[in-house]
C-alpha cells in the first residue's frame, strides 16, 4: 500500500510563499507521474502541477509562473514551492502519485493539507 503524507500547509498573507511537502512510502523514481492537486470550497478538485517520471513538469495556467514542482530522490518526497500567493490559491492541496503501467495503473492520494491565504 502507498502512502503519502502531506506538511506544510498554513496561513499566510497574500504575496507570501509556502513550501508543500508530500513525503512517499514508495521510491518515487518509481512513480510515473508526481501531482498536486487542490481543492477550494465548493469547487472541483483542479490539478495545480505535475512532474512526470523523465522530470518532465506542467502547471495549470493561474500558478504557472510562481509555482514550482520539485523531487528530491534520496528522501521520496516532492515539494510545492509556491510563491506570490493569493487569496484564491486557497484551498485544501493533495498530492497524488500515478504508479503502474499503461493501461494498469493505479492512484493515491494523501490527507490533504489547508493553505489559506489572507488579503
Known amino acids: 500500500q502507498v502512502q503519502l503524507v502531506e506538511s506544510g500547509g498554513g496561513l499566510v498573507q497574500a504575496g507570501g510563499s509556502l513550501r508543500l511537502s508530500c513525503a512517499a512510502s514508495?521510491?518515487?523514481?518509481?512513480?510515473?507521474?508526481m501531482n498536486w492537486y487542490r481543492q477550494a470550497p465548493g469547487k472541483q478538485r483542479e490539478l495545480v502541477a505535475t512532474?512526470?517520471?523523465?522530470?518532465?513538469?506542467n502547471y495549470f495556467d493561474s500558478v504557472r509562473g510562481r509555482f514550482t514542482i520539485s523531487i528530491d530522490n534520496a528522501k521520496n518526497t516532492v515539494y510545492l514551492q509556491m510563491n506570490s500567493l493569493k487569496p484564491e490559491d486557497t484551498a485544501v492541496y493533495y498530492c497524488?502519485?500515478?504508479?503502474?503501467?499503461?493501461?494498469?495503473?493505479?492512484?493515491?492520494w494523501g490527507q490533504g493539507t489547508q493553505v489559506t491565504v489572507s488579503s
Open positions: 497524488n502519485a500515478v504508479i503502474g503501467v499503461p493501461g494498469i495503473q493505479n492512484s493515491y
Open positions: 512532474m512526470t517520471k523523465v522530470r518532465s513538469t
Open positions: 514508495v521510491s518515487i523514481s518509481s512513480v510515473n507521474a
